[in-house]
């Protein structure tokens, strides 16, 4: 989705979001949009995005992805805000890419330091989506249509084609992480 004009804004979804629930549905690309040229895109494995089976497809890739999408887009640098997942692919990106950076927002950030056990923790849970969870459809029906975790709830317990979001958790793994750098960026902290 490209809406607007003015300095680009990449937004990065979180886990089991998309453009639509993380951005359109909340107003985010549409007030942006009145002064800067906004870019989203649903990760692969979530959203209108291909879902490969195979997790070596997600980790760096997931990463990559939006420096792909700035380049085929022509742009040298953007403001990148990226929220959960997101937020943890854009901190990815400052360590790798930090030239492609006008600014970073990080909202709802992941972990500062992963561990052995959290990709262990990762697999299990990923083995436990992808078999037959008990009373799937309950949870779907018992969350409430208007409640913003509606749509992890279907998207985890009530679609059949999720395999995007188990390989994704399958694939982040370490990967993400990099050695701290001097970037040069201010680094400000918002709390709500």
């Given at each position: ?56 497809a997600y980790g760096a890739n997931l990463v ?11 742009i040298k640098r953007a403001h990148i805000v ?15 890419n930090p030239d492609r950076f006008l600014t ?89």
């Amino acid at each position: 989705v490209e809406q607007g004009v003015g300095e680009p804004v990449l937004l990065i979804h979180g886990y089991t979001r998309s453009i639509e629930t993380n951005w359109v549905e909340p107003g985010v690309i549409q007030n942006l949009a009145r002064d800067h040229r906004v870019i989203a895109f649903d990760l692969r494995g979530h959203g209108k995005s291909g879902k490969p089976t195979d997790p070596a497809a997600y980790g760096a890739n997931l990463v990559q992805d939006a420096i792909r999408l700035l380049d085929h887009l022509g742009i040298k640098r953007a403001h990148i805000v990226g929220y959960s997942l997101g937020a943890t692919i854009t901190a990815k990106l400052l360590t790798t890419n930090p030239d492609r950076f006008l600014t970073a927002t990080l909202g709802a950030a992941g972990y500062w330091n992963w561990k052995p056990e959290y990709d262990r923790n990762a697999e299990a849970y990923a083995a436990e989506l992808e078999g037959e969870v008990p009373f799937r459809g309950l949870v779907v029906a018992m969350t409430p249509p208007d409640d913003p975790d509606r749509v992890s709830a279907e998207l985890i317990f009530g679609v059949p084609d999720c395999r995007g979001a188990y390989e994704t958790l399958r694939g982040r793994g370490a990967e993400f992480l990099a050695e701290p750098v001097d970037s040069g960026y201010e680094i400000r902290a918002f709390f709500r």
